[in-house]
């Protein structure tokens, strides 16, 4: 029964992560994917927040804070990957700059897909993975379902509107779906998780992220709030994919990328309400 039940939490990821993308790509045309290229100084600074000094802020971090490699390789796989589609909710919720939120998100993926299994060898020392196994799952599992779906917005937009919903909601059930299933399964590995440093290695993981993210986001607190949810939410499909691939049997990296994801959450909302008051406030003396 636990096999059953472990397989069928595996197939949960990939449901996830596939509607994800689907309900990401329905959303948006193929020429938003530009729109975040007006402003280059923006958008290198956001690839280095996300690429460059958040993944030596997690070496800091895992300096000072020893965790067991299977809690370590989770929060290094969160660290790597950017671009989550989860930022765009939460940046519905301050009303900051959608358009560079979803130009963020489409640059910080794909970069992603290169950036992650070229990056895992020198992040994960001692640890094999295929680089060419990684890139390929990622290409299947998120680039592909991406591009599907907005090839459909462009040319069966009332097709797109109709059915994006629907795939959204799946991919809402379906993280649902992975967290109680790996809790019921691991709730051991979760409960180290709580009785080590990992715990407080999230929590500044995911500030450090977010204080990254705003400080490097411009004049405008409208993009210094979205580069910072940006930068905080990491890309838990990504993550996924690689898991599934190369750590089904250390349940401690997928507890670690499932803590700091809902945390993060838990925390961007939070942090969100007190922003989406300054954005307000903004909008009104403009």
């Known amino acids: 029964m636990e096999v059953i039940l472990q397989q069928l939490a595996n197939f949960s990821i990939l449901i996830y992560i596939v509607t994800t993308m689907l309900s990401m790509g329905l959303n948006f045309l193929p020429k938003q994917f530009l729109e975040p290229l007006k402003d280059k100084g923006l958008i290198l600074k956001s690839l280095a927040a996300n690429f460059i000094i958040l993944p030596l802020i997690t070496y800091l971090i895992l300096q000072l804070i020893p965790l067991p490699e299977g809690l370590a390789i989770g929060l290094i796989l969160m660290a790597a990957g950017a671009g989550s589609p989860f930022m765009l909710k939460i940046v519905q919720l301050i009303k900051a700059d959608m358009a560079f939120a979803v130009g963020l998100m489409i640059i910080l993926s794909l970069v992603t897909l290169v950036y992650l299994p070229l990056m895992l060898s020198f992040l994960l020392p001692g640890v094999s993975v295929n680089p060419l196994a990684i890139a390929s799952s990622l290409i299947v599992l998120i680039f592909l379902p991406l591009i599907i779906g907005t090839s459909i917005k462009s040319k069966y937009n009332k097709l797109a509107t109709w059915i994006q919903p ?4 799946l991919s809402s059930i379906f993280i649902v779906v992975v967290v109680i299933l790996y809790l019921g399964l691991n709730y051991q590995d979760f409960l180290t998780v709580f009785g080590t440093g990992a715990l ?11 204080t990254t993210g705003y400080l490097l986001g411009g004049p405008s607190t409208s993009t210094r709030s979205v580069l910072g949810m940006g930068t905080a939410i990491r890309n838990s499909s990504a993550a996924f994919v690689v898991a599934l691939a190369n750590f089904t049997y250390q349940y401690e990296v997928m507890a670690m990328i499932i803590v700091v994801y809902m945390l993060s959450i838990i925390f961007m909302v939070i942090i969100s309400r007190i922003l989406g008051k300054e954005v307000k406030n903004l909008n009104k003396d403009l």
């Open 166 to 169: 629907i795939f959204n909601q």
């Open 200 to 210: 407080i290695a999230a929590i500044i993981f995911i500030l450090a992220a977010f």
